[in-house]
């Protein structure tokens, strides 16, 4: 089983400032990397897939970036609107697996 | 606009079933493969059961394996998972989400419907 590995477990962050989110998976996984955003009681929603490709309605200031086993989440400027818990997520022989998250807070 | 909307979560004692059911409207349901996806409360994400959409490829995760049971009704847009032998840490949200279509990732998920396990 490939394990996902996310970094920081928070990050603290003002708004307009940049935060850098990090996934490791254990074993390649090629571009197979998905990002979500999770906000309470909500529903995840797809931000990047295929590492660095953003969904479709994804704003620009949300960019994935790697290969293989390492990879990244930049947001550029945050907005109110991005503190929440951001997950990364492979995919291999039809499984899924996500990492434990990332929580984006408010410095 | 694509809508999932999940249902049949309830209270179960430990040992028992429940059925859930995943409603899809907006898209054409019988070209897409479908998925169940659980959190536990206050935790992270976990990928349950995967389906193809014509049911010819069908994939669990480990820890329900045996015990889960995916299927879909193309006629009626619906996703199901069969839940049995249920345990206390099947406690969960589970969301049905749609199989992007060469993303290998979910791109529209349902609120989730929350299932728990105590007796």
């Known amino acids: 089983e490939i394990v996902m590995t996310q970094s920081p477990a928070t990050l603290s962050v003002s708004p307009g400032e940049r935060a850098t989110l990090s996934c490791r998976a254990s074993?390649?996984?090629?571009?197979?990397l998905a990002w979500y955003q999770q906000k309470p009681g909500q529903a995840p929603r797809l931000l990047i897939y295929?590492?660095?490709t953003r969904a479709t309605g994804i704003p620009a200031r949300f960019s994935g970036s790697g290969s293989g086993t390492e990879f990244t989440l930049t947001i550029s400027s945050l907005q109110s609107e991005d503190f929440a818990v951001y997950y990364c997520?492979?995919?291999?022989?039809?499984?899924?697996?996500f990492g434990q998250g990332t929580k984006v807070e408010i410095k | 606009e694509v809508q999932l909307v999940e249902s049949g979560g309830g209270l179960v004692k430990p040992g028992g079933s429940l059925r859930l059911s995943c409603a899809a409207s907006?898209?054409?349901?019988?070209?897409?493969?479908m998925n169940w996806v659980r959190q536990a409360p206050g935790k992270g994400l976990e990928w349950v059961s995967s389906?193809?959409?014509?049911?010819?490829?069908?994939y669990y995760a480990d820890s329900v394996k045996g015990r889960f049971t995916i299927s879909r009704d193309n006629a009626k847009n619906s996703l199901y998972l069969q839940m049995n032998s249920l345990r206390a840490e099947d406690t969960a949200v589970y969301y049905c989400?749609?199989?992007?279509?060469?993303?290998?990732?979910?791109?529209?998920w349902g609120q989730g419907t929350l299932v728990t396990v105590s007796s």
């Open positions: 389906i193809s959409s014509s049911s010819s490829y069908i």
């Open positions: 989400a749609r199989d992007l279509v060469g993303g290998n990732s979910g791109d529209y």
């Open positions: 907006g898209f054409t349901f019988s070209s897409y493969s």
């Open positions: 997520q492979q995919y291999n022989n039809w499984t899924w697996t």
């Open positions: 295929g590492a660095s």
């Open positions: 074993q390649s996984v090629s571009s197979n």
